[in-house]
C-alpha cells in the first residue's frame, strides 16, 4: 500500500522540538526561592505540557505574590535568557522537521510557551520550519483542550483529523488526541504508557515516512 500524506503536521516545542523542561525549572526553582519558597524537581514535572496561565495559579498558591501575567512573564523571560546561551534541540527533531519541509508538508508549532517564546525557537532554526505558529496567549483553553491543535490545523487551512500531532506530554497527547489528529508520542522528560490512541516513538531517528506509515496505518 502506498503511504498517504497527512496534510500537515502539527509540533508542539517544550520537550518536542526542545528540550526546554530543564530551563523552565530553573526558572521555577528561583521564582518561588524568591519568596521564601521551595520548589522540586518533582513538582516541576507536574507542570509540563500544562498552560502558563494555569501554572501561574499553582505558584501563586505556593506563596509567589504576583500577578499571573507577571508570573508568566518572569517566567519566560529566564527560559529565554538560558535559550540565548544554547538552544537545547532535541536529538532528531531539526532533522524530521528539515525533511517535512524539503518534502513541503506544511508545519504549524503549537505550544502553550508565549508566542514570543515560540517566535524565538522558530528564528533560530536557521530556515523558515513553520508557517504558523499559535502560542498559549494565543488560545481561551490550554492543553488539554483540543482548541491549541484545533487552531493550528485552521491556521494552515486544513482539518486536524487530517494531521499528525508530535508531543510529549500527557496534556499536550490529550489535547491532540481531542482535536482528531493522529498523534506520535515522543515523550522525554514524562512517562506516557502505551495507549491505543496514539503511537508511541523514540524523536531520535523518527522520520517523514515513519510519519506517513503511522497516518496511514491510521487512516488507511
Same mark, same amino acid.
Given at each position: 500500500?502506498?503511504?498517504?500524506?497527512?496534510?500537515?503536521?502539527?509540533w508542539?516545542?517544550?520537550?518536542?522540538l526542545?528540550?526546554t523542561?530543564? @530551563?523552565w525549572?530553573?526558572a521555577?526553582?528561583e521564582?518561588?526561592?524568591?519568596?521564601?519558597?521551595v520548589?522540586?524537581?518533582e513538582d516541576?514535572?507536574? $507542570?509540563?505540557g500544562t498552560? +502558563?496561565?494555569?501554572s501561574a495559579?499553582i505558584f501563586?498558591?505556593?506563596?509567589?505574590?504576583?500577578?499571573e501575567?507577571?508570573i508568566?512573564e518572569? +517566567?519566560?523571560?529566564?527560559? +529565554?535568557?538560558?535559550?540565548?546561551?544554547?538552544?537545547?534541540?532535541?536529538?532528531?527533531?531539526?532533522?524530521?522537521l528539515?525533511?517535512?519541509?524539503?518534502?513541503?508538508?506544511?508545519?504549524?508549532?503549537? &505550544?502553550?510557551?508565549?508566542r514570543?517564546?515560540?517566535?524565538?525557537?522558530?528564528?533560530?532554526?536557521?530556515f523558515?520550519?513553520?508557517?504558523?505558529?499559535?502560542?498559549?496567549?494565543?488560545v481561551?483553553?490550554?492543553k488539554p483542550h483540543?482548541?491549541? @491543535?484545533?487552531?493550528?490545523?485552521?491556521? $494552515?487551512?486544513?482539518?486536524a483529523?487530517?494531521?499528525?500531532? $508530535?508531543?510529549?506530554?500527557?496534556?499536550?497527547? =490529550?489535547?491532540?488526541v =481531542?482535536?482528531?489528529?493522529?498523534?506520535?508520542?515522543?515523550?522525554?522528560?514524562v512517562?506516557?504508557?502505551?495507549?491505543?490512541? @496514539?503511537e +508511541?516513538?523514540?524523536?531520535s531517528? $523518527?522520520?517523514?515516512?515513519d510519519?506517513?506509515?503511522? @497516518? &496511514?496505518?491510521?487512516?488507511?
Amino acid at each position: 500500500m502506498t503511504s498517504l500524506r497527512p496534510a500537515a503536521v502539527l509540533w508542539d516545542m517544550d520537550g518536542t522540538l526542545v528540550d526546554t523542561e530543564p @530551563y523552565w525549572l530553573v526558572a521555577e526553582i528561583e521564582l518561588v526561592a524568591s519568596f521564601g519558597g521551595v520548589w522540586t524537581v518533582e513538582d516541576g514535572m507536574q $507542570l509540563v505540557g500544562t498552560g +502558563l496561565w494555569h501554572s501561574a495559579r499553582i505558584f501563586q498558591g505556593r506563596g509567589v505574590d504576583l500577578s499571573e501575567d507577571e508570573i508568566v512573564e518572569r +517566567l519566560t523571560s529566564r527560559v +529565554l535568557d538560558q535559550v540565548a546561551v544554547r538552544v537545547p534541540w532535541r536529538p532528531g527533531a531539526r532533522e524530521l522537521l528539515t525533511e517535512l519541509v524539503e518534502l513541503g508538508i506544511p508545519t504549524a508549532l503549537v &505550544t502553550m510557551s508565549t508566542r514570543r517564546m515560540a517566535e524565538t525557537i522558530a528564528a533560530s532554526i536557521g530556515f523558515t520550519g513553520f508557517s504558523a505558529i499559535v502560542g498559549g496567549d494565543d488560545v481561551e483553553h490550554s492543553k488539554p483542550h483540543p482548541q491549541p @491543535y484545533l487552531l493550528g490545523a485552521e491556521a $494552515l487551512g486544513v482539518s486536524a483529523t487530517d494531521c499528525v500531532a $508530535l508531543e510529549d506530554s500527557p496534556p499536550g497527547v =490529550a489535547s491532540a488526541v =481531542a482535536a482528531g489528529a493522529v498523534v506520535v508520542a515522543v515523550p522525554m522528560h514524562v512517562q506516557l504508557e502505551d495507549d491505543a490512541r @496514539y503511537e +508511541l516513538r523514540d524523536m531520535s531517528g $523518527l522520520t517523514a515516512s515513519d510519519l506517513f506509515d503511522i @497516518y &496511514t496505518a491510521r487512516r488507511a
